[in-house]
């Protein structure tokens, strides 16, 4: 075989066909991935650190194209149906290419121009054939970029060049496959420019015109929050809110992860976050507000929309009960009268079972002569409902 000095990829790949040709009849599934690295790797000849990342890369590369059946030239079908053991094979290949990018001590594209060259020009290839929403090579396009190059002038310059060739190929006639993925890697090249303004616009023209991948949009939130600049984070942040409009709630949910670190470290963007939110995602809301101990704000949420205290685990309401026991009092008297006007045993045995939680409240809050005041005149205005009396003393809340 061949050294790494002198194969090519498209040698190393043909390579890798050869060994894993015996295994075309094998299910796409983890054993899969198990078998073709067993035969792929044992041919990687003794390289250095950096060779053997991207030699490594590349192997992974190869069996991630024979999950999704493509070759480097040819577009996976819009709409090609892959099955639920190939899909969590390919989600397993994935996090393992993943692994292999992650930033070193030996990574530096200078150290390897013409095999790092090679290498983006492969992935990109396989970046520009994806369309619709699924994007399996997009994420190893922006990783390689972002932890594969030195963080100094000389990466600057090989970004300003690669958002050159991608503005060139952009201009082309070409087909609309590979229009949406050369766009949004002009946006990630400026981002990583420090060129927001301009990544910014060409992610707003995407969500315009062609419906933004939220995951498009996380990869340059990561890289920014990775560097820990806060102030530029909630900047993006701010601005692409209005773009997960209608976005799925796993997706709205990585999002806002972005903002719990904004938060954490510029305290005053929490105003911002709270009304756009509303409108995209009232659970998401609700859940948020629990997470940034907004306890007023979460009950006064959940008397308005009538919700059954029920609805959740007593897990819920600990902190609550340890940090502003107060504020569930409403909560449960509402529910409890709610619970009465069902005027069936079941729904007196719930009310019940609420009134016990308020009699630990009141005591809580050293309040019983409320909480006794409050029992008498309760019994007292629903003495006709005879089921409801005999859960009362049945719950030794009256004699």
């Excluded at 979460?298 to 897990?315: C, L």
């Excluded at 029992?375 to 006709?384: E, G, K, P, Q």
């Amino acid at each position: 075989m061949k050294t790494i000095d002198t194969m090519n990829l498209t040698e190393w790949h043909t390579a890798f066909q050869a060994c894993t040709s015996a295994l075309s009849d094998h299910i796409h599934n983890l054993d899969f991935i198990k078998a073709a690295l067993h035969v792929i790797l044992p041919i990687k000849p003794k390289l250095l650190p950096k060779e053997e990342r991207i030699f490594e890369l590349h192997a992974h590369l190869h069996v991630l194209i024979l999950l999704v059946n493509i070759s480097p030239t040819q577009a996976l079908r819009h709409g090609t149906f892959i099955g639920f053991h190939t899909y969590s094979a390919i989600t397993e290949m994935q996090q393992l290419i993943d692994s292999i990018l992650q930033p070193s001590d030996a990574d530096s594209g200078e150290n390897y121009p013409q095999l790092f060259d090679d290498s983006v020009a492969f992935i990109r290839k396989l970046m520009l054939l994806e369309s619709g929403e699924r994007a399996y090579f997009s994420h190893v396009y922006f990783r390689v970029w972002q932890y594969w190059l030195p963080s100094d002038q000389h990466a600057a310059a090989m970004y300003a060049k690669e958002l050159e060739l991608l503005q060139v190929i952009s201009d082309k006639p070409k087909s609309e496959e590979s229009r949406y993925p050369c766009l949004v890697a002009q946006a990630w090249m400026n981002s990583l420019l420090h060129r927001d303004s301009e990544a910014i616009s060409q992610f707003d023209k995407l969500n315009s015109s062609l419906q933004l991948r939220p995951a498009d949009l996380i990869l340059p939130l990561s890289a920014i929050s990775s560097a820990a600049e806060w102030e530029r984070l909630l900047e993006w942040l701010i601005k692409a809110t209005t773009w997960m409009q209608g976005k799925r709630l796993n997706s709205l949910e990585l999002f806002y992860t972005y903002w719990d670190q904004a938060i954490l470290h510029i305290p005053s963007a929490e105003q911002q976050m709270w009304e756009p939110l509303f409108q995209l995602s009232p659970s998401l809301y609700e859940k948020k507000l629990l997470v940034h101990g907004k306890w007023k704000l979460w009950i006064d949420f959940q008397i308005s929309m009538g919700t059954d205290p029920f609805q959740y685990k007593v897990s819920v309401f600990a902190p609550i009960e340890k940090n502003a026991p107060e504020l569930l009092l409403p909560f449960y008297h509402q529910a409890v009268e709610s619970y009465v006007l069902l005027k069936n045993r079941g729904g007196y045995k719930i009310a019940v079972k609420l009134l016990k939680r308020l009699a630990k409240l009141y005591k809580k809050l050293k309040n019983e002569p409320r909480w006794e005041a409050y029992i008498v005149a309760f019994a007292s205005r629903y003495s006709r409902l005879r089921a409801l009396q005999e859960e009362l003393r049945k719950g030794k809340l009256i004699t």
